[in-house]
Nanobody, 124 residues
Framework: QVQLVESGGGLVQAGGSLRLSCAVSGRRFSSYAMGWFRQAPGKEREFVAGIRAIRWSADYADSVRGRFTISRDNAKNTVYLHMNSLKPEDTAVYYC?????????????????WGPGTQVTVSS
């Protein structure tokens, strides 16, 4: 089974930075499109950022574009989310997701594998 485990969450002051990591098991990580989603209490899960296996094309939600950067290290089977200039509204549980890459848009929720999530709390 493919397993995803997020790490790097925590409490940070507004304006600060965090780097989330997602470690993925298996041998086919280099073929996966990877995404980051988040869910705040009382709200639906929303797309944050995604990166393809092919050409490492990336996409971002408008709310984080320019502040967050997604990257991957295929040698380590790991995808990262670098978060800068954090705001209280970024507070949420952040989930890592993966699927074999295709022509489907990165922002869809049609991912096959999901991590358990990591909490990010931004104080005002």
């Amino acid at each position: 089974q493919v397993q995803l485990v997020e790490s790097g969450g925590g409490l940070v002051q507004a304006g600060g930075s965090l780097r989330l990591s997602c470690a993925v098991s298996g041998r086919r990580f280099s073929s996966y499109a990877m995404g980051w989603f988040r869910q705040a209490p009382g709200k639906e899960r929303e797309f944050v950022a995604g990166i393809r296996a092919i050409r490492w094309s990336a996409d971002y939600a408008d709310s984080v574009r320019g502040r967050f950067t997604i990257s991957r290290d295929n040698a380590k089977n790991t995808v990262y989310l670098h978060m800068n200039s954090l705001k209280p509204e970024d507070t949420a549980v952040y989930y890592c997701a993966g699927r074999l890459d295709s022509l489907r848009a990165l922002w869809t929720r049609e991912y096959d594998y999901w991590g358990p999530g990591t909490q990010v709390t931004v104080s005002s």
